[in-house]
Every structure is written in structure tokens, then in C-alpha cells.
């Protein structure tokens, strides 16, 4: 092969992403996750007017010691900075937990390949 025939050769590289979770949960809310461009976005069954206290852990530290929030929404902004999130979402008053434990896996493949032009 000669440096003529290299120059010939052209490599492309595809990188593939991809982002498994799994969920825990207990409860009487039904808490399910939804991952969008690096956010998480944990939503619950129950009245979109009603008020609901939040709680958020991730990677075992409380985030913040409770959120009061307006619907059945809360966004984790930049998820794939952590190992594990828990929401736990509890009607005001309430000391019944609605626990939801959200882990993302993350796996970048590198494929390289060739071909002559």
C-alpha cells in the first residue's frame, strides 16, 4: 500500500450514547421518571392543583431539606452528574412517604471504521 492509497482512505467515527435507569418504589403516589436532554423529570399521579412537599437526594445527600411545589412535576436539572436520585413527595401534613430511587447508567460506545473512496 502506498502513502497514495492511504490518502484514499477516509475513517468516520460514530458515537453512540445510550442511558439505562431503574427505578425503586413505595408508596401510594405512583411516581415514574422520564430523561430529557440530561434532566430527569419525576411525575406523580394525584391532583395538578394540590400542593405537595418534595424532598430530593442525590447521591445520598439531601439537596435541600423540602420543596413545596404547585402540581405532579419536579425536574432534576443536570441528572447525569449523579449516581442515584430519591424523590420523596408527601401531601402537606402528611407523614406518608411516596419514595422514588432513580439510578442512570450511563455507556458511550466509539466505533471507528474505514472505507475507500
Request: glycine residues 6%; hydrophobic residues 40%; proline residues 3%.
Amino acid at each position: 500500500m502506498t502513502l497514495t492509497d492511504l490518502e484514499s482512505i477516509h475513517f468516520r467515527n460514530i458515537c453512540f450514547i445510550i442511558f439505562l435507569n431503574y427505578n425503586v418504589f413505595t408508596g401510594v403516589l405512583k411516581i415514574s421518571t422520564k430523561f430529557m436532554d440530561g434532566d430527569v423529570l419525576f411525575s406523580w399521579n394525584g391532583d395538578p392543583s394540590q400542593l405537595y412537599d418534595v424532598e430530593l437526594t442525590k447521591d445520598g445527600k439531601a439537596d435541600f431539606p423540602w420543596y413545596r411545589v404547585t402540581g405532579t412535576q419536579f425536574t432534576v436539572e443536570d441528572a447525569l452528574l449523579y449516581d442515584s436520585i430519591r424523590i420523596n413527595v408527601r401531601l402537606p401534613g402528611s407523614s406518608v412517604d411516596n419514595n422514588l430511587a432513580y439510578k442512570g447508567i450511563l455507556y458511550i460506545f466509539n466505533y471507528c471504521y474505514s472505507y475507500i473512496k
